[in-house]
Each structure stands twice: as C-alpha cells, then as structure tokens.
C-alpha cells in the first residue's frame, strides 16, 4: 500500500523559505515520478515541480524556477521541496503525489496521471 506525508508547512514572510517533506512507502523506485503540486480554495490543483526516481530528472513550473527546488533521498524514501524567496502569491495548500508511470508531457499539466496523493501541507507568505 501506497502511503504519502507531507511536512514543513507553515508561515512565513515574502522573500522567506520554507522546505517541506513527503515521507513516502511502499512506492516503486523504477520507473515512477514524484511530485508537488498547489491548490487554492476554488482553484485547479496546479503543478510546482516534478522527479523521475529513475535518473533524477526535474522539471518546474515556470512560476517557481530558479526559486524552488525538487529533489528525493531514495534511501530515506523521502521527497523534498526547498522554497526560496517565497511570495505571497505562494500561498496555498501543497501536495506531494506518485505516479507509477512517468507520462511526461502531463506531469506538470494534469493532477489526473497522478495514483497517490499525500494529505497536504500549508503554507502561508505574508507580504
């Protein structure tokens, strides 16, 4: 059984960081990617960043390259996202999700091509 936890949420001011967490198990490490994704009360969940377990690959939305970073400890089964220079416009529940297959061009683009999801985490820039 699949099971995803998010942690590190929290507030913080504009230009602030934050680093969340997302202990995973039970997930296989071939072939599968990880990833963040963002929803606002009344909106679509939206893609942050995304990694293939295999190879490491990263991609990212454009509003949060150069500001975020992805990356994953296979040995702790655990996905991370540091958030620098963080905004206000920032805000909004985070998610952590696993799709046994990688479809590429989707990943950022579709909530739907993703099998697990974890509870959330919020965080909250003030300005």
């Known amino acids: 059984q699949v099971q995803l936890m998010e942690s590190g949420g929290g507030s913080v001011q504009a230009g602030g960081s934050l680093s969340l967490s997302c202990a995973a198990s039970g997930l296989p490490h071939t072939g599968s990617c990880l990833g963040w994704f963002r929803q606002a009360p009344g909106k679509e969940r939206e893609g942050v960043a995304v990694?293939?377990?295999?190879?490491?690959?990263?991609l990212y939305a454009d509003s949060v390259k150069g500001r975020f970073t992805i990356s994953q400890d296979n040995a702790k089964n655990t996905l991370y996202l540091q958030m620098n220079s963080l905004r206000p416009e920032d805000t909004d529940m985070y998610y952590c999700?696993?799709?046994?297959?990688?479809?590429?061009?989707?990943?950022?683009?579709?909530?739907?091509?993703?099998?697990?999801w974890g509870q959330g985490t919020q965080v909250t820039v003030s300005s």
């Open positions: 999700a696993a799709a046994a297959v990688c479809r590429g061009y989707y990943l950022l683009r579709r909530a739907d091509v993703y099998d697990y």
């Open positions: 990694i293939y377990t295999e190879g490491d690959k990263t």
